[in-house]
């Protein structure tokens, strides 16, 4: 982050109040021209951060921004420069939004960012746009009615991705409830479940465990990307879309492919680089804090976990001991938000 040849640019991920996203399209004879990007320019010297943010919209957008948090920091190096992204969520504004320096603008919805051409470094940013700050993991229960019950509230609590977590149902069993949290919860959320291989509904995205994570690691040396993707089928729309971004490096690439979503549980830096290198969606980190499940693991702590989203390149959840009261804590060290059990089951 310190290299003084990497050009500290400043991007902004604007949401107006239907969550629809505002893109504009760069000049034709700039870097990257022709493309759509998030607005936003290159810091200044001396500059805060905030104050570049509110700078760059000003002069690109004509707008002042009034609330606004950092969604996602990221390095990218091009042939010709490298860049940081230091990627903020704009949430508050003054003023009606234009292209002040003639560039056309448009705001769009999260799944229309993937019918637009982005340079190679914004797949992880279309990624954070896309996907909540929170990400519920189910609990254990005891009968059916009791997860659908606490799946209800989710959605009126207006929580937006779940990962279906049952442990010990036969893999049978498991796709039978997966078919039935379909049908009644249909495009409510983006549904995560775990299994052995890609799972084969439309738009049902994949979490991986730390182990299975290594396993397709060590299979995907030297292989084709995409291998492992036969059978998804291709996306139906709504929810959370993940997305083809044109010219993003493609080595090793797994996620996003047909609308699903590739996530993985990571638990250091050898596994973050693992689901890196395989460009996973997004990624759980855990134990960031001491939990009563899993008494015996050293918790990462905040300035671990910082450093080690720091290490990577995408979308990160912090997962172990996490509430809804966490949420601006992980923001602060670089955390798409927060993953949770019994934190996010109302
Ligand atoms: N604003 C923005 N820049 C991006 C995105 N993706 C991406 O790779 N970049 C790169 C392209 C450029 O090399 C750099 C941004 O520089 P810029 O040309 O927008 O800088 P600026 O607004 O300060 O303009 P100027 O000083 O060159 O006139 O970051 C993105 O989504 N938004
Ligand atoms: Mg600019």
């Known amino acids: 982050m310190s290299d003084p040849r990497r050009i500290h640019v400043i991007a ?18 700039v870097h990257m021209g022709g493309l759509w990007e998030f607005p936003g320019g290159k810091l200044e010297r001396d500059e805060a951060r905030f104050d570049g943010l509110v700078r760059e919209l000003r002069e690109e957008l004509g707008i002042g921004v009034t609330e606004a948090r950092p969604l996602l920091d990221i390095r990218h190096d091009y042939p010709d420069k490298s860049v940081r992204l230091d990627v903020w969520l704009v949430t508050g504004f003054e003023g009606e939004a234009h292209g002040a320096e003639g560039q056309p ?7 229309e960012l993937d019918e637009y051409e982005f340079p190679a470094a914004n797949g992880p940013i279309v990624r954070a746009a896309q996907l909540p700050e929170r990400y ?7 009968d059916e009615a009791e997860l659908f019950a606490g799946l209800q509230r989710a959605r009126e609590a207006g929580i937006r991705l779940v990962q279906l977590r049952q442990t010990g149902m036969s893999a049978e ?4 409830l997966v078919e039935r949290v379909i049908a009644e919860f249909g495009d409510a959320f983006r549904l995560m479940v775990k299994g052995d291989e890609a799972p084969g509904w439309a738009g049902v995205g994949w979490h991986l ?3 299975q994570l290594r396993e397709l690691w060590q299979r995907q040396q030297g292989r084709p990307s995409d291998a492992y993707r036969g059978g998804v089928a291709a996306p139906t729309g709504g929810g959370v879309a993940a997305s083809s971004v044109v010219g993003a490096p493609t080595p090793g690439r797994l996620g996003g492919a047909g609308g699903t979503l590739l996530a993985a549980s990571c638990h250091n830096a050898e596994e973050l680089a693992m689901a890196a290198e395989l460009g996973v969606d997004f990624v759980t980190l855990s134990p960031v804090l001491p939990t009563a499940t ?29 509430t809804a009261e966490e949420l601006p804590e992980a923001f602060e060290v670089g955390a798409q938000g927060i993953a949770a059990i019994r934190g996010l089951w109302g």
């Open 294 to 322: 899993h008494p015996d693991a050293q918790p990462l702590g905040w300035e671990r976990a910082r450093e080690l989203i720091d290490s990577v390149n995408m979308p990160v959840y912090l997962l172990g001991g996490m």
């Open 12 to 29: 902004a991920v604007i949401r107006d109040g239907q969550g629809r996203i505002l893109i504009a399209r760069r000049p034709d004879h």
């Open 136 to 142: 519920l993991i189910t609990p254990d229960v005891s």
């Open 105 to 111: 603008v448009r705001w769009v919805s999260s799944c």
């Open 173 to 176: 069993a498991y796709a039978a």
């Open 209 to 211: 465990t730390s182990r």
